[in-house]
């Protein structure tokens, strides 16, 4: 593996199950030498969803020498970690520097490939983010932007035909219950075009379209969600509050998932070609500084794209 994105960016796995890191691999290869982790100490690159021994890692082992007395098992994180953050940063850095700032990179960007500082890194700095912050910031206000726009679209709909339909009963002269019926009617019928607006435009609603945005299955990570997991998704918007409390919900899971995109089991991604865009600036930026891409492997690449995040589980 002499992929960029490998160097950096690693997280691991304590025996009791607490999460240390990022660290570079360099790092990790030091752990496994002075026998702070062993070799079936579970680890995990920031790009990857699963766990695995250090054994597994390819490569990473070569050249380490492990007294034969080491530990099969265990570790001793919970003594070694340092406390202070500029030892972390130590464990964490290589030569490898942040796209966006003067600083050393720590870990890579599942969505624009970008290396990315501890400044950019989402908070809190324990857990496991895929994304940087600029992305999971990025995608959350296009997120809350749409859904703005498509209500402010199902209201200028709704005025519009509840406007004409009353036009039409005054020029016809209609008495009785009838005009309110056809209100009841287009009300309702409003109503469910935007509880499906994504199922219906096969994942993406005009405004999730206009800003790039698409919901998808996480079974797969690519079928656009159906008319049943749409419903499923707007549940929350009928209980008192929980709107207000979804945008930060959504803000703060790795994943990005509101409580909607839980129980639907869907996700909301960039569309391919938005995600082009991304990873084009990226390289640009990284190109201007002199920098390599961080996986020169178009197959590596593909690997860390949004597409395997969609199916991550957690
Ligand atoms: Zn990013
Ligand atoms: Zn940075």
């Given at each position: 593996m002499s992929e960029r994105a490998y160097l950096i960016g690693w997280w691991i796995q304590s025996e009791d199950e607490e999460i240390y890191g990022p660290v570079s691999r360099k790092t990790l290869r030091e752990f496994l030498r002075d026998e702070v982790?062993?070799?079936?100490t579970l680890v995990r690159h920031c790009t990857e969803e699963t766990w695995r021994p250090a054994?597994?890692?390819?490569?990473?082992?070569?050249g380490v020498e492990i007294?034969?007395?080491?530990?099969v098992t265990g570790d001793r994180l919970a003594d070694m970690?340092?406390?202070?953050r500029a030892e972390q940063q130590e464990l964490a850095a290589t030569g490898i520097e942040c796209v966006r700032h003067r600083r050393p990179a720590v870990l890579v960007c599942v969505r624009c490939h970008a290396p990315y500082c501890r400044k950019c890194q989402m908070k809190p700095y324990r857990r496991p983010y895929y994304l940087c912050r600029r992305c999971q910031a990025n995608m959350h206000n296009r997120r809350v932007g749409a859904f703005m726009l498509d209500s402010l679209l199902l209201y200028i709909c709704s005025l519009l035909l509840v406007g004409g339909s009353a036009a039409v009963s005054v020029a016809t002269d209609a008495l009785g219950e009838a005009p309110v019926v056809v209100m009841q009617v287009i009300y309702w019928g409003l109503t469910i075009v935007f509880i499906v607006r994504d199922s219906l435009f096969f994942g993406a609603g005009p405004a999730k379209r206009l800003v790039g945005l698409r919901v998808v299955k996480a079974?797969?990570?690519?079928t656009p969600l159906g008319h049943g997991q749409a419903v499923v998704r707007y549940?929350?918007?009928?209980?008192?509050?929980v709107p207000i409390i979804e945008i930060v919900v959504a803000y703060r899971d790795p994943l990005m998932r509101r409580w909607g995109d839980r129980w639907a089991k869907t996700r909301v991604i960039d569309s391919p070609a938005k995600l082009a865009r991304v990873r084009d600036k990226t390289g640009r930026q990284l190109a201007d500084k002199g920098n390599e891409p961080m996986f020169s492997d178009e197959s590596l690449a593909k690997q860390a794209t949004v597409d395997p995040f969609a199916r991550f589980a957690e």
């Open positions: 982790i062993s070799r079936n054994a597994d890692v390819p490569g990473l082992l070569e007294s034969e007395a080491a530990p970690w340092p406390s202070r079974s797969d990570g690519h549940l929350p918007f009928l209980i008192p509050f």
